[in-house]
């Protein structure tokens, strides 16, 4: 069971690290330090999400499955056009839409996730920023994300265990249905390590062909574009080269 959702501990940790500021988390969380929002690479999102199903399903009274006790929205909206310039990102066979004025800091990612933030702000202040992290392994298929007892199982081991272990505060859950595939969505306020409050907003978009996790965190400096609608913006608009494929072992 505390194999579920590492790659949403990692963020949480990602988190408490500073968001991006290169330092890993304190060997007090007992919990392996990511580089990045860099998660374990032997889960899916999309395994994880059919197994909390399954698994909650079977569980026996009193083995841990909590009742998320909130309403998950669902949202039907679109992601918000693009009113500033944007650009076309590419890496390998994965394309998606950026701020023209933001780029990558490869030195902030690792080799699952690539950090993105405002070119014109200083890296070591610890801004706001975007990131996207791609699995490169193939999700678990025959999946019905839209499936209640699915959604509701995810973000039941996400309440239970995987949220950061600093009580976050306003911890919202929803569904939405305006990304490049259905996003489950967790979104919450938390102190960073520096004093900071940050607002954190986790895309999981499943039933793509990769598993694909954007996140999006935001310090309040009033960074514009608003970091939320940029990671929207990347969840819209992702793109998997039709042509691609995982080498064969």
């Not at 690290?17 to 374990?40: F, H, K, L, N, Q």
């Not at 080799?111 to 070591?124: E, G, K, P, Q």
């Not at 996790?213 to 819209?236: L, N, Q, S």
Request: charged share 20%; net charge negative; with cysteine.
């Amino acid at each position: 069971m505390k194999r579920l959702l590492t790659a949403f501990m990692a963020a949480c940790l990602f988190l408490t690290a500073g968001c991006g500021a290169g330092t890993a988390p304190s060997a007090a969380e007992d919990v392996p330090a990511p580089s990045a929002a860099a998660s374990s690479m032997d889960e899916t999102a999309s395994s994880r999400a059919a197994d909390a199903a399954s698994q909650a399903a079977g569980a026996p009274e009193g083995s841990g499955s909590a009742d998320a006790g909130a309403t998950i929205e669902i949202d039907d909206s679109q992601a918000p056009t693009a009113s500033w310039e944007t650009q076309t990102f590419t890496s390998g066979p994965f394309t998606f839409e950026l701020p023209a004025g933001w780029k990558e800091y490869g030195d902030m990612g690792s080799y699952t996730a690539m950090f993105f933030t405002d070119a014109s702000v200083d890296i070591a202040s610890q801004p706001s920023n975007v990131v996207v992290e791609i699995m490169p392994t193939e999700p678990q298929e025959g999946v019905d994300y839209a499936d209640p007892a699915v959604q509701d199982s995810f973000f039941e081991y996400i309440e239970a265990d995987y949220l950061p272990p600093r009580s976050p505060e306003n911890v919202a859950y929803s569904i939405w249905n305006g990304a490049a595939g259905t996003a489950y969505v967790v979104s919450f306020d938390r102190n960073a390590d520096d004093g900071r409050t940050a607002r954190q907003t986790v895309y999981f978009l499943m039933g793509l062909r990769f598993p694909v996790i954007v996140y999006a965190t935001d310090f309040g400096e009033g960074m514009t574009p608003p970091v939320d609608d940029i990671a929207r913006r990347v969840a819209a608009t992702f793109r998997i080269d039709e042509n691609f494929s995982l080498p064969q072992a």
